[in-house]
Structure formats: C-alpha cells, structure tokens
C-alpha cells in the first residue's frame, strides 16, 4: 500500500472513530516520513496523533504531541499546517477553559481552511466555536449557529460520525438549557444508537452527563444518577480535567436534589481539587 493511500485509509478510521487503528497508521506513517525529512507529511501526522489524544481524553499526551507540532510548524509556512496549529491552540485553550482565547484560535483557522478547501477541519472549528458559546451561557447565538451550520454542512457533518456526534451534543445541551426537553431527548436518542460511541470516552461522557441533567429537569433522579455512575466507569479512561469537572458538577447536583448532602460534599471536593489543577495551569 503507498504512503499516500495508508494517509487516507488513516483518515477515514479517524472519521468513523476507530481511534486505535488509526494511531498504528499515522505512527508509522509519522516514522516514514520523519526519515524522508517530509514536513508537511510528518506534520500532518502529529496534528492527526494530537487530535486521536485530545479525543481519547489523553490530556498529557495531547499536550506532547502539541509541544512537538508547535516545533515543527516553525519549519514550514503550508497553509494546512497552518489551519492545523489553529485548531491545536484552540483545543489548548478550551481544556484550560479559556474560551475567548479558544474562540479566536478557531477563528483564526477558517480562512486558511477555506482557502485550502479543508472541508473537515473547517466544521471542527466551527463546532469547537459554538462549544465555546455554551460554555459561555451564549444558548441563543449557539442555536443560530446549530441551524446555520446543518443548513451548510450537513452533508459534510453526517458523512463523519465523529462530526455528526459532536453537532448533536452541541445542540443537545443548548436544547436542554432552553428547556426544549423533548427534543433534547431526542437528540439523546440518535447520540446513544450510535455504533461509535463506545471509542470515544468524552463524546460519551458528555452523552450520559447530558442525559443526566435531561433526567433532572423531570425529576427522575435515581435515573439520572444511574446515567452518571455509568459516566464515571468511562471517566477512568480519560484525563480531560474539564469533563472531569463538569461531571462532578452534575453529580453534586443529583446528590443535592436527593437529599444526599455528606456524598454531595465528597463530590464537591472532588470538584475543587479540579478546579484548583485547572487554575494552577
């Protein structure tokens, strides 16, 4: 199999989330053409390992593999290198929760993926802008955004089950802090029937923390604090302290609402300890 065809096979494990597999073939590749002094290649392989680390919630290892991007990005001016540093920067800035700086990071990609017709990395970054919005409490502007970006792209979102996982999240949970319950179930529905959602810890995380609160709002608490035990299962996988943070959020909650003050004070303390690693960043 040629180098540029095991690119490509690399690419589509990493749309359809077959993370494992597509690791073994960019690092490899990433071998090849180190030697070969190729640097747009090479790079091109960091960004796609660093993206495999920040999904699979492998925070240290992420941020490794940025340290080694953000060396090599010095050695070219390639536009897709480029858009790529962006997109890394901004997920940088998002897991530390700097949001405003994580929005112009993202912001600062899309021409040049525009330019260079990066169809993928142009929906990454706008997805990542509306995340930040609705951690900004923006709901309204994020659902302008929702309905926008399916008008545009949808077929571009549905044909990567990544992508299309992450766009019903986002509008989930803006659905749900609008109150639009029922069709913020289902959107729940689509994300939990997804075959993929089992390879991506903090999709489904963010999936069972989401129905957590869905449960909430209709005062079905043993439910949603069985989604959020089956979350924390999955959160041993990941080191994304920001998810960590905002299951542990939801878990005060539920504990709150149950009447359980002594277990909702061992997860506050959780909480803060995370907080406190975040700020310390």
Request: hydrophobic content about 40%; charged content about 20%.
């Amino acid at each position: 199999m040629g180098l540029t065809i095991r690119m490509d096979y690399a690419i589509n494990l990493l749309r359809t989330a077959e993370y494992a597999e597509a690791k073994i073939v960019f690092n490899q590749l990433l071998k090849i053409y180190t030697s070969q002094a190729q640097t747009e290649n090479s790079g091109l392989c960091l960004y796609q390992l660093a993206t495999i680390a920040y999904m699979r919630g492998e925070m240290q290892q992420f941020q490794t593999l940025f340290t080694r991007y953000e060396k090599r990005i010095h050695e070219t001016s390639q536009p897709q290198l480029q858009a790529h540093y962006s997109i890394l920067r901004g997920l940088t800035q998002l897991a530390d929760q700097n949001y405003e700086q994580a929005i112009q990071a993202f912001t600062n990609a899309l021409p040049i993926a525009e330019q260079s017709k990066l169809a993928d990395e142009k929906i990454i970054a706008l997805l990542h802008i509306q995340k930040c919005h609705i951690a900004l409490q923006h709901f309204e502007p994020s659902l302008e955004m929702s309905d926008t970006y399916w008008e545009k792209y949808a077929d571009i979102i549905t044909f990567a089950p990544v992508l299309h996982l992450y766009y019903m999240l986002n509008r989930a949970e803006t659905l749900l802090a609008l109150h639009r319950l029922k069709e913020t179930n289902a959107l729940l529905q689509k994300c939990e029937q997804q075959a993929d959602l089992g390879s991506m810890p903090k999709e489904h995380i963010k999936t069972l923390v989401l129905r957590a609160y869905y449960y909430m709002e209709k005062k079905e608490l043993n439910y949603a604090m069985d989604a959020l035990q089956q979350a924390l299962i999955v959160a041993k996988e990941i080191e994304d302290m920001q998810l960590l943070h905002e299951l542990y959020e939801a878990l005060v909650k539920n504990c709150e609402m149950r009447g359980k003050t002594k277990l909702a004070l061992q997860f506050a303390k959780k909480q803060l300890q995370l907080q406190q690693e975040l700020v310390k960043k």
